[in-house]
């Protein structure tokens, strides 16, 4: 027993005199090692893709301009018919669902933009750098394309001018 015990000691003891110190001799020269601690630092960017404003971007897609005027009424209440066949699902009004928040989406957004997001999401985001950001913002929950027509994306268009 006591053999045991005094065997430990002395590996316990060889043990932290070969680990213990921090100075090291090679070659005629020392140095003293410290530890150092590594922390790694993620960038992250408080701007979300949902609340940036970016009015130049058209996207990719049929629709490269175009021209609003003023406000049609009558275009937006069909809008909003289509919006709701097609597009509450998703996203709402006046609040953040499966998709972003569209309350003020034609002040962040270009027209066009918007146009080409409803008639080819697939392309927006494999080629546009805010559709991919919003893809990722929404833990990649891609928007489906519903097959809208032109017309009928314009009154979406419309309709969500209305929404601000």
Same mark, same amino acid.
């Given at each position: 027993? /006591?053999?045991?015990?005094?065997?430990?000691? =002395?590996?316990?003891? =060889?043990?932290?005199? %070969?680990?213990?110190? /921090?100075?090291?001799?090679?070659?005629?020269?020392?140095?003293? @090692?410290?530890?150092?601690?590594?922390?790694?630092?993620?960038?992250? %960017?408080?701007?979300?893709?949902?609340? @940036?404003?970016?009015?130049?971007?058209?996207?990719?897609? !049929?629709?490269?301009? =175009?021209?609003?005027?003023?406000?049609?009424?009558?275009?937006?209440? /069909?809008?909003?018919?289509?919006?709701? *066949?097609?597009?509450?699902?998703?996203?709402?009004?006046?609040? #953040?669902?499966? $998709? !972003?928040?569209?309350?003020?989406?034609?002040? @962040? @957004? &270009? !027209?066009?933009?918007?146009?080409?997001?409803?008639?080819? !999401?697939? &392309?927006?985001? /494999?080629?546009?750098?805010? *559709?991919?950001?919003?893809?990722?913002?929404?833990? $990649?929950?891609?928007?489906?394309?519903? &097959?809208?027509?032109?017309?009928?994306? #314009? *009154? =979406?268009?419309?309709?969500? #001018?209305?929404?601000?």
């Amino acid at each position: 027993m /006591k053999k045991t015990v005094y065997l430990a000691s =002395i590996a316990l003891s =060889i043990l932290l005199v %070969s680990c213990g110190g /921090k100075e090291e001799k090679k070659d005629g020269f020392s140095m003293n @090692r410290q530890k150092t601690e590594t922390v790694k630092k993620k960038a992250v %960017s408080t701007d979300k893709a949902s609340t @940036r404003i970016d009015l130049e971007s058209t996207g990719v897609g !049929p629709v490269s301009s =175009i021209d609003l005027g003023a406000l049609d009424q009558s275009l937006a209440d /069909k809008g909003k018919g289509v919006f709701d *066949a097609n597009c509450i699902a998703c996203h709402m009004i006046g609040k #953040r669902f499966v $998709g !972003p928040d569209l309350t003020g989406v034609t002040a @962040r @957004r &270009n !027209p066009a933009w918007i146009m080409n997001m409803i008639l080819n !999401p697939e &392309n927006m985001v /494999k080629e546009d750098q805010l *559709a991919k950001d919003l893809f990722m913002e929404f833990n $990649g929950a891609p928007m489906s394309n519903q &097959n809208i027509s032109q017309e009928d994306a #314009r *009154a =979406i268009l419309e309709y969500l #001018r209305t929404a601000n």
